[in-house]
């Protein structure tokens, strides 16, 4: 490998360091691809290891890292012990965090060529990453949200927020109650035009790839849809699968779920298809 970088950091938003990877195989073919973690989750999280490995066994650069304000540390990347910086995350930020990772990047590679993935929430920031980094070439969703205003609560349950100043989310794997201050609802209501998800696609000139797991309980299809349709383009479907396209924290079997390998592929030739 010309460089096989695991667990160093990067200084993302407000200066917090976090953990990022970068494998650039010997026989780079030119494209570096930029993965973006969901809601609660991290670089680590499930097969996305072996994600990273099947783009770099073909030729690509891949990196994949801790958005700065997940929760976790440099020490601690998986398990969330920072609260505060958790609760303090938004929207904004995990874009700037993309930023900060290009520059980070370019040490590497000069005027890299990114394709930019996103999974779940990350997809709603890789797409409006897109929209913002001249570097990323183009934008890929994995089971992503749609809408980031339609995931605040409305009328009581947003004023109990606004009053209480924070809410908490259960993390299923970890047993925390992970907090979220309502800055995070506030950072959306000044920034609401940059933060318009549906705005941003529609007016999207680079490559979009939508993708959506067929029985997805945690993100609904119509999600997919939605962005597939305000981008013009066709919702590429993976049957017969979750959110989480088969895998699970943790996966500790040497070969990726089917679905998940399906998506790759699909990925990767939409990739290789872009004409820049």
């Known amino acids: 490998m010309k460089h096989n970088i695991s667990n160093e950091t990067y200084t993302g938003a407000n200066g917090r360091p976090s953990l990022i990877d970068f494998t650039l195989p010997e026989n780079f073919n030119g494209e570096v691809v930029l993965f973006i973690h969901g809601f609660m989750g991290f670089k680590d999280w499930g097969a996305w290891n072996l994600v990273q490995e099947y783009f770099v066994q073909k030729g690509f650069g891949f990196c994949k890292f801790n958005t700065s304000h997940n929760g976790g540390t440099t020490e601690n990347g998986i398990d969330f012990p920072d609260l505060e910086a958790f609760g303090n995350n938004n929207y904004s930020k995990e874009i700037e ?32 990453s897109a929209m ?15 809408s980031i205003g339609n995931r605040f609560p409305i009328n009581e349950e947003l004023k109990e927020w606004s009053d209480s100043g924070v809410r908490y989310v259960k993390n299923g794997r970890t047993h925390q109650e992970l907090p979220q201050y309502f800055q995070l609802y506030e950072d959306f ?4 035009r940059e933060l318009n998800i549906e705005q941003k696609c529609r007016e999207m000139t680079k490559p979009v790839l939508i993708m959506h797991g067929e029985n997805d309980t945690s993100v609904p299809i119509e999600n ?12 590429q479907v993976i049957p017969n699968t979750d959110h989480v396209f088969g895998s699970r924290h943790p996966w500790e079997q040497a070969t990726m779920p089917s679905p998940l390998l399906t998506l790759c592929q699909q990925t990767e030739i939409f990739i290789l298809d872009i004409e820049i």
């Open 97 to 128: 965090d993309v930023g900060h990772v290009i520059t980070w990047i370019t040490k590497y590679v000069s005027s890299p060529k990114i394709s930019i993935i996103g999974h779940s929430k990350g997809g709603a920031v890789a797409l409006l």
């Open 132 to 146: 913002k980094y001249p570097e990323i070439v183009s934008a890929v969703t994995w089971a992503s949200i749609s």
């Open 189 to 192: 209501k000044v920034n609401q």
């Open 224 to 235: 997919g849809q939605h962005l597939a349709t305000w981008s013009g383009v066709t919702l």
